[in-house]
């Protein structure tokens, strides 16, 4: 695990409970997160790794878990 | 009412790549203390082109100029827009819209709207122009205060739009689109709430006698007010042009605070003044009737007060 994914499950942790983010599980289709989540997390991964986020980049397998946020990252960066 | 915001040059804060967000606090600010219907298109038009630029296709944003304001409520849809049901077909090349929407501010006369809709995958964001075939408009008379914001109730019979008006992703659009659109609104409400708590303080020091001590006391109140809006507005706001997680909590904090303070200035305010401040010859009047709206709409105490406490 690298830089980036321990600073993205470092936020999920925050918001999710913890079995779900051990076990990898799909955060938005398992149910796992708030109504204001996905606001919360796009301006957590834009401020926080300084990239921005388009329109392309809204597709749900891009935010199933902390290993594909971190790959959207990389790819955006 | 629109030519006259337009001419302020507020219009165009959010309406540009580069957004000029305290601009558009600012002015939201400045309007309230004057008009908050003003204030209300204002504010409808920077939620709406905030998402247009953020999210709209490049030629959709380029080809766009005009007033634009949000659709997002329905009759059964009001505190919890998850139940929105104005559906979009998807269809040949584009989408098909049908349903009908409430309590639309400046939809008698908006250009096009920021409009959530049901599609397949989930509820999405759609930019209807105002002449799309099958929009049908009707006014909303007789509101309490805020007289001036053109509320129109709109009824869409197979609207046909090019895939080029969705806004971002289907399914995205009240997670993300929606609830960011949401976040903004309540910012611009809470700096409307501060310039209205401003111009009724203004006015009652004016005119309320500060020998008394009963008078002292309620002015005494709304200055306090005044500071305590003041403070969480700017707290709120940073927290937004910053791009903190925090930004969305913030900004209901903010509103709810906001707007329940501008209601009791504006209650204070007319009270101060007498059988004077139940007249059009004092602003306080009008500030008690907005307040009174202003403490409902982009989310009442009620809703915000559940939200915030599953957010902390």
């Known amino acids: 695990m690298d830089e980036v994914e321990e600073k993205i499950r470092e936020f999920l942790g925050r918001h999710v409970p913890p079995h779900a983010l051990e076990e990898d599980l799909d955060l938005f289709q398992g149910g796992f997160v708030n109504s204001l989540f996905a606001v919360q997390l796009v301006l957590f991964v834009e401020k926080e790794f300084s990239v921005r986020l388009g329109r392309d980049d809204l597709k749900l397998e891009n935010f199933r878990n902390s290993q594909t946020l971190a790959e959207l990252v990389r790819r955006s960066a | ?312």
């Open chain 2, 1 to 312: 009412m629109i030519e006259a915001v337009a001419s302020t040059g507020c219009l165009g804060c959010l309406a540009q790549p580069e957004p000029d967000f305290q601009e558009y606090f600012r002015w939201s600010r400045e309007l309230g203390r004057t008009c908050q219907s003003q204030r209300t298109a204002h504010t409808v038009h920077g939620m709406a082109s905030h998402a247009l630029y953020r999210w709209g296709e490049a030629e959709l944003v380029q080809n766009w100029s005009g007033f634009a304001a949000i659709a997002f409520s329905e009759a059964e849809a009001g505190s919890d827009l998850s139940r929105v049901s104005t559906r979009a077909q998807p269809s040949e090349g584009g989408w098909v819209l049908s349903g009908s929407k409430r309590w639309v501010s400046f939809g008698q006369s908006a250009e096009a709207f920021l409009l959530l809709a049901q599609a397949p995958e989930g509820l999405s964001c759609f930019w209807l122009p105002g002449d799309c075939e099958g929009l049908r408009r009707s006014p909303v008379e007789g509101l309490l205060g805020l007289e001036k914001s053109q509320t129109a109730d709109l009824e869409l019979s197979d609207c046909r739009l090019p895939s080029s008006h969705l806004l971002g992703q289907p399914g995205w659009g009240l997670s993300l689109l929606g609830q960011e659109a949401l976040t903004l609104g309540r910012l611009s409400v809470a700096w409307g709430c501060w310039g209205g708590i401003e111009a009724c303080l203004e006015e009652a020091r004016t005119h309320a006698s500060l020998e008394h001590q009963l008078v002292r006391r309620l002015v005494t109140r709304m200055a306090v007010a005044l500071e305590a809006t003041a403070a969480v507005c700017q707290t709120a706001a940073r927290a937004y042009i910053e791009r903190t997680p925090e930004a969305p909590v913030k900004a209901m904090m903010a509103k709810l605070l906001a707007a329940e303070s501008y209601a009791k200035v504006a209650t204070d305010a007319v009270q101060l003044q007498g059988a004077m401040g139940c007249t059009t010859e004092r602003v306080a009047a009008q500030h008690y009737r907005d307040s009174k709206i202003m403490e409902i709409i982009e989310g009442s105490q009620q809703v915000l007060e559940d939200q915030i406490a599953g957010l902390l």
